[in-house]
């Protein structure tokens, strides 16, 4: 059986290097580097082999396992040579192996084509792993990300509600005639008007008559925001894979066909609170002044 058989790792990627020669000896080199696995340590395990012939013993001072350890830069492939668990196969292939020791039981380093041949094997065998590493590592964030964001739907919808009630009851007040005193957005109505999203009277009417008839509800807030999260939760993957392994448009390309309809959010600069401090709604990061 192949080694990767008895391991049983979570994936694997295998590379070849091109022939070389030393001295006159023709030389091939295999490699393999395998992640994860049910009897696998954490760290980097070696595997050595010498024309299909596994090496034992001495491994310590073996051109695989110093090239493993010393001349392959793990981080840069996104994996953590001391913590994930890593198999590192190699096989060399020669006319006339260059054993060192009189039990013949390692490879030594001193020769400089085969140790460029290993590292170059060992660096193609970490290449392929990078991408599948960056795809997963990028859907992992997507579902967390989306977790987190589901997690405050129910808060916000509950906030969200009670601001638009608190407006739509305080218009009530002004259609009835009861005086308020004018929010800061009124006071300072001057200052950057240019840097102020402005808000469109028939937006804000159809919202306060969506929360007189009660169609306005925490509930179609939770709704819209839980169906917001599912439809941008992939956007930024940079890849045309979502979380099931299916295949969908990446957000630029989405943008592009005209599917991207998201406005933009201007939070407006409060410099004077309000006269009455009842309406100021506090929490540990943030004040917030409900304006109409």
């Known amino acids: 059986a192949h080694p990767w058989q008895v391991v049983e790792?979570?994936?694997?990627?295998?590379?070849?290097?091109?022939?070389?020669?030393?001295?006159?000896?023709?030389?091939?080199?295999?490699?393999?580097?395998s992640l994860g696995g049910k009897e696998a340590k954490e760290g980097i395990t070696v595997v050595r082999f010498a024309?299909?012939?596994p090496l034992l013993f001495e491994g310590?001072?073996?051109?695989?396992?110093r090239v493993a350890n010393s001349k392959i830069k793990w981080s840069s492939y996104k994996i953590d040579h001391k913590r994930d668990k890593i198999g590192v196969f190699v096989s060399i292939v020669s006319t006339k192996v260059p054993f060192?020791?009189?039990?013949?039981?390692?490879?030594?380093?001193?020769?400089?084509?085969?140790?460029?041949?290993?590292?170059?094997?060992?660096?193609?065998?970490?290449?392929?792993?990078?991408?599948?590493?960056?795809?997963?590592?990028?859907?992992?964030d997507v579902k967390e990300r989306k977790s987190r964001l589901l997690k405050y739907i129910p808060d916000v919808s509950r906030s969200l509600f009670g601001i638009l009630e608190g407006m739509h009851k305080r218009k009530?007040?002004?259609?009835?005639?009861?005086?308020?005193?004018?929010?800061?957005?009124?006071?300072?109505?001057?200052?950057s008007p240019t840097k102020r999203q402005r808000t469109d009277a028939n937006d804000v009417s159809a919202i306060m008559d969506g929360i007189a008839s009660g169609d306005i509800t925490v509930d179609t807030f939770k709704q819209q925001l839980t169906e917001a999260v599912e439809e941008n939760?992939?956007?930024?993957?940079?890849?045309?894979?979502n979380e099931d392994g299916g295949k969908g448009?990446?957000?630029?390309?989405?943008?592009?066909?005209?599917?991207?309809?998201?406005?933009?959010?201007?939070l407006v600069p409060i410099y004077e609170g309000p006269n009455d401090a009842r309406s100021i709604i506090r929490h540990p990061l943030f004040d917030f002044y409900p304006m109409t």
């Open 60 to 65: 310590g001072a073996d051109v695989a396992t």
């Open 9 to 33: 790792p979570e994936i694997i990627a295998t590379a070849r290097d091109k022939p070389g020669a030393y001295d006159g000896h023709p030389f091939i080199v295999e490699a393999a580097v």
């Open 233 to 241: 939760a992939h956007a930024g993957l940079g890849n045309d894979e």
């Open 172 to 191: 009530l007040e002004e259609d009835s005639g009861v005086e308020r005193d004018a929010s800061p957005r009124k006071q300072h109505s001057g200052i």
């Open 100 to 140: 060192k020791g009189t039990g013949k039981e390692y490879i030594g380093d001193d020769i400089t084509e085969i140790q460029l041949s290993v590292k170059r094997a060992l660096q193609n065998c970490c290449q392929q792993l990078r991408v599948h590493l960056a795809k997963r590592n990028a859907l992992r």
């Open 51 to 53: 024309n299909r012939i």
């Open 249 to 266: 448009g990446t957000a630029k390309a989405k943008k592009a066909s005209g599917d991207d309809d998201r406005q933009s959010l201007y």
